[in-house]
């Protein structure tokens, strides 16, 4: 996507060619800062610290991380605090798994001096097949948003909500939820997209309402309990969101405000979206809601925000008691049952078993 006149993705190699760059998303949007990442702990901390979050950015993150180790340590040693780093950062989204499993199968077998150039050679093909994978989530997420707009009155938009940011700051580029929009608006299809803040920390006020601006997609900044209320008034066509991991059977772990949202749209007849990529597909868990780990953050992103002053300063506030302790779960897990489909780089599915293996015949073997 483009930031101003200039292409960026989430996540690039400096001119140096070993040296990995980042956008500070912690620092937007009232700052777009890259940051520079040149050993494991500060990729690490990029991770733990949420310089880049959504799941597929982690994992092209944890993959250079890797890469960057190699070039100071290349040992099997090297490798597995590579991998035990980087692994406790978030528990959470399962591309961070994936991404190191598929380093660790590569580089394991080879020779030590080998390991640095297969890795960084490796983190780069992870970050172009994602962006791949994105555009392909777009493309078969498109004719859902045009058979809606059919429907539609002259003039009036396809009205989609959505929820956190599962954009291209998300991804390496294009982003999951927000590739379909992207598609549509590419191919002047009239969109409005309702942008929940996502509380506690508010990445679609400061993330999605950002890209949407940029991208000049018609958007509308809305409190996180708005949602039910316009499917209530029919102001609502569809829902689409991302996901961390989504189970073999097509429950979807998001964060934290989804499951209102489906419960919102079952109950008012809206059709719910999730788009994901396969890396974020766990074969090895069945049921979310017992067996997904929800990571449970610092309750200072609950009872402090971050904001600009009408001055102009950027500065941090408390919003409750210093007695109140606040609690933090950071995700949900939205049970299949509530999902109308899920838009993957394959096609589009049932939130089912059945649906998921028939876009993946490999897993039925597996």
């Known amino acids: 996507m483009k930031v101003g006149d200039t292409h960026y993705r989430s996540i690039w190699l400096a001119v140096d060619g070993h040296t990995v760059e980042i956008i500070d ?13 040149t050993t494991l702990d500060q990729a690490a901390h990029a991770i733990k610290a949420m310089l880049v979050r959504g799941a597929p950015l982690i994992g092209a993150t944890a993959a250079y991380g890797i890469a ?16 035990e780093t980087l692994m406790a950062t978030r528990p959470t989204a399962v591309n961070l798994r994936w991404a190191i499993d598929e380093m660790r ?9 080998r390991r640095a150039d297969a890795a960084y050679a490796r983190a780069g093909a992870i970050a172009d097949e994602d962006v791949e994978i994105n555009r392909r989530i777009g493309l078969n997420g498109l004719p859902i948003i045009e058979a809606l707009a059919a429907t539609r009155p002259a003039g009036r938009p396809v009205n989609i909500l959505t929820h956190c940011n599962a954009g291209w700051l998300a991804t390496v580029d294009w982003g999951t939820a927000t590739s379909p929009i992207y598609q549509a608006v590419e191919k002047g299809i009239a969109v409005h997209v309702w942008v929940d803040e996502t509380r506690p920390r508010n990445q679609g006020a400061h993330l999605t309402a950002w890209e949407m601006a940029s991208h000049g997609v018609p958007h509308t900044l809305i409190v996180d309990n708005a949602g039910g209320h316009l499917m209530q008034r029919g102001r609502v066509d569809m829902v689409i969101v991302g996901t961390d991991r989504t189970t073999a059977r097509g429950d979807v772990c998001n964060k934290i405000g989804t499951y209102l949202k489906a419960l919102a749209a079952h109950d008012n007849g809206v059709p719910f979206y999730v788009a994901l990529p396969s890396p974020t597909i766990d074969w090895t868990v069945d049921d979310g809601v017992r067996d997904i780990p929800i990571e449970e953050r610092s309750g ?4 402090h925000l971050w904001g600009r002053t009408d001055g102009g300063e950027v500065t941090r506030v408390r919003i409750s008691p210093e007695a109140s302790p606040s609690g ?7 049970p299949a ?23 993946f015949p490999e897993r039925q073997a597996a």
């Open 25 to 37: 998303q912690t620092r937007m949007p009232h700052a777009f800062a890259v940051e520079r990442l």
């Open 300 to 303: 200072e992103e609950v009872s």
């Open 328 to 334: 933090n779960p950071a995700f949900d897990v939205t």
């Open 337 to 359: 049952r509530l999902v109308t489909a899920l838009i993957t780089e394959r096609g589009v599915c049932p939130a089912t078993r059945e649906g998921l293996r028939g876009l």
């Open 105 to 113: 199968t590569l580089l394991a077998p080879l020779p030590t001096a």
């Open 68 to 83: 960057l180790h190699m070039r100071a340590d290349a040992s099997d040693a090297g490798l597995a605090t590579a991998a």
